[in-house]
């Protein structure tokens, strides 16, 4: 099955349909019923019922509120995922987040839209193969080019870091000894350099599991089990990894970044 067209909610609702699978917070989001008090909850939910009914996104039978069938899939997900991936992306001239909320049999990925206040929207996908295409459009990079190279750069946390605020503080002398003692070249030096520092073409997932031990690296509740952060430079397309007090920076081609999101997201009929 496709995924279906897209659910768009307030704030205010998007929480309140939490409550009713349960749920007092969504994953992501900042604020939750947990932050009101009674008698706000009590004037908000009298907004938001009326709201949801006349959407025909809630229907009331002998005196309970039913979140219709396609919806309340979508609110089980996002309010107990087996899976969360926190997406950013940001290009020269603008910016972009969203959310993936993953079960076994559907996932769904939770956008704000900038242009109307307070409004977010829902899309469900129910097969692999439409969550794969969701998630390697996330990471397309539109008009950039990048050359292939196979460079591997390995440092220390403590090191990478005080790599990072030479870039901060446009200390190019800086930047160039950390990196020549690494035996990197003066045009990588310039083009990792530039990517880390312009954030001109950045995209970021960070993949949390939550308790499956079906899922490599997730026997710990709330555990992360991959954090990806590309950047573009002017010529090459870089991954950083931090994983175990080590920081790897590397070349990456478009190609494998595709493939690398594809395998993330052959998850559906796995966890």
Known sequence: MSNELGYRLSFSELIFLAAKTDATEIYGLKHSLKDMSPE??????????????????????????IISGTLFDIMRVISHPKLFYVCQSRDELSGYNCNYYVQRDIAVKLEYEASYKDIYTLTPYRTDDDLKKSVQGFFEIPGKKFK????????????????ITSITDNDK???????????????YILDISKSLGEKNCLRTMLVISFDDPKVEGANVQNSVVKEYMIYGGAKYLWQVELREKVATIETISVDTMMHKMEILSNVLYYI
């Open 40 to 65: 706000e909850i009590s004037k908000e939910w009298d907004i938001v019922r009326d709201s949801l009914i006349e959407k025909e996104y809630l229907t009331e039978q002998d005196g309970t509120y």
């Open 173 to 187: 002398e800086k930047q160039m000894d950390i990196l020549r003692k690494k035996a990197v070249s003066e045009e």
């Open 148 to 163: 292939k190279a196979n460079e591997k750069i390995r440092m220390g946390l403590d090191e990478f870091t005080e790599f």
